[in-house]
């Protein structure tokens, strides 16, 4: 075989075809455009922009711009188009979503290593290498085939997550650290409501705005087990009470009492700097899950590393199933790009396209594959989502929670420091690339 075959030209794909074809590897690039569109698509063009036209931040103090900054030094063929077709939006990257596309539909037809290959497929060859970037709507027969490739406990079809706020960013003068009852490690984080806050809070809540459903996902059904908090508010006023926000057992030790209600936080990562809002799986749009929790005293100026999100999303277990270089644990030759590997979000799905179409191209070659390492955005996105120790799997964006913090302290603040990991990463992958030959 000489060849690499690309299921898929979405962003993880097209990125995904783009660096194979890079390292001089032939590629087969199938896509079932203009066959069959899926409920979210309606260009016949590759990369396509279903929801926002925005990349976000471009700033080095910030993830995502440092993770814009590493692709763009790994030339992507994303961070090109999006540069080429960039319009104004102050300090974030947004694009005019037709030229971006169309773009990266002309580069990718026109490349010499590259065979476009209209078809829709219901299955691969697992003997050949592949990089399967079906999206998070892939569904029908390549669903089937993919789990039945995984074990169908290893394939989700709902996404169901809590909001995950930066520790950095809780108010600990309105929190606390303790264990209900105090039993084992006092390892929540609780964070107290009068009644009066609580009343603010409850009303917000109940009224806030809920992120419109799609036609790919308007059936879900609402389960017990993973209930949205808004949902449960709306059941009664004492719902919450006795459910998420249920106070007893937790002596605030600024009042000796409990309070009227408390939040609590759970350690999200190994390194202590990510929590999730227990129990707070939600269906609002961001920037109302932004209003309403910030009005819980302790998360006033919380910064959201994750929303929570509840929609129909087919991800698969990648830490029980893939390795930072984003193949199969237990077969190299397929590897996997895209939302379904458990990243969220257009850049990162891009990312993740990157990393598989290097490793797969160096592979056909018989060259070792690149772990870029949580020293970079790029990296540390990788080793998220295959880090066996990562329990309730969820999709993740880009965010310092998972990057490797510096060795050493910066003085002058979260932004000195932010901008300080961020010349890292620029400087790790820059090394990357010459160890390399990228």
């Known amino acids: 075989m000489n060849s690499i075959n690309v299921i898929g030209a979405g962003l ?51 993830a995502v711009g440092i993770l814009k900054a590493e692709m763009q030094e790994m030339s992507s063929i994303i961070m090109e188009s999006a540069f080429e077709n960039r319009v104004p939006a102050g300090s974030c990257l ?72 930066e520790k950095e960013s809780v108010d600990f003068s309105s929190a606390f650290i303790a264990s209900r009852w105090g039993k084992g490690e006092a390892a929540y984080i609780n964070c107290p409501l009068t009644r009066e806050e609580y009343d603010v809070f409850y009303n ?27 949902v449960m508010a709306k059941r009664g006023y004492e719902t919450l009470l006795f459910g998420p ?37 939600t269906h609002l749009t961001f920037p109302e899950q932004k209003r309403v929790f910030s009005l819980i005293p302790a998360l006033k100026d919380a910064n959201f590393l994750r929303y929570g999100v509840m929609h129909r999303n087919t991800f698969i277990n990648s ?27 257009y850049l990162e799905s891009a990312s ?10 160096r592979l056909l070659k018989g060259e070792s594959l690149i772990d870029f390492t949580n020293s970079t955005a790029i990296g540390a996105l990788a080793n998220y989502i295959s880090n066996p120790s990562v329990t ?25 420091r932010n901008a300080a990991i961020g010349q890292r990463c620029i400087e790790k992958i820059k090394a990357v690339k010459e160890e390399y030959g990228l």
Not at 352 to 361: C, E, F, K
Request: glycine share 8%; hydrophobic share 40%.
């Open 352 to 361: 993740s396209g990157l990393v598989a179409g290097i490793n797969a191209a």
């Open 392 to 416: 309730n799997f969820q999709p993740m964006n880009v965010n310092f929670g998972i990057i490797a913090p510096l060795d050493k302290k910066v003085k002058g603040g979260k932004k000195v």
């Open 204 to 230: 917000a809540l109940i009224t806030a705005e809920e992120a419109k459903l799609h036609g790919f996902d308007e059936d879900l059904k609402v389960f017990e087990g993973c209930m949205p908090v808004e």
């Open 319 to 345: 830490p029980r199933n893939l390795t930072c270089f984003y193949n199969l644990k237990d077969n190299e030759k397929v590897f996997f790009a895209g939302q379904m590997t458990g990243v969220e979000g």
């Open 94 to 165: 947004a694009v005019d979503r037709e030229g971006f596309s169309e773009y990266i539909t002309k580069k990718i037809s026109s490349h010499p290593n590259i065979e476009v290959v209209n078809e829709e497929l219901y299955s691969f060859d697992t003997d050949s290498i592949t990089v399967v970037a079906t999206g998070p709507l892939t569904d029908g027969k390549m669903s089937e085939f993919i789990g039945t490739l995984l074990k169908s406990e290893s394939l989700y079809f709902f996404d169901a997550a809590a909001p995950i706020v």
């Open 12 to 62: 993880a794909g097209c990125e995904a075809a783009w660096q194979a074809a890079r390292q001089g590897v032939k590629v087969k690039l199938f896509e079932m455009k203009p066959h069959r569109f899926s409920p979210a698509h309606k260009s016949q063009n590759m990369a396509e922009l279903v929801c926002s036209n925005s990349l976000r931040s471009d700033s080095l103090e910030n």
């Open 245 to 281: 926000m249920k106070p007893v057992g937790l002596v605030d030790p600024k009042t000796g009492k409990e309070a009227y209600a408390t939040v609590q936080l759970r350690q999200d990562n190994a390194e202590g700097t990510m929590y999730n809002i227990v129990g707070f799986q």
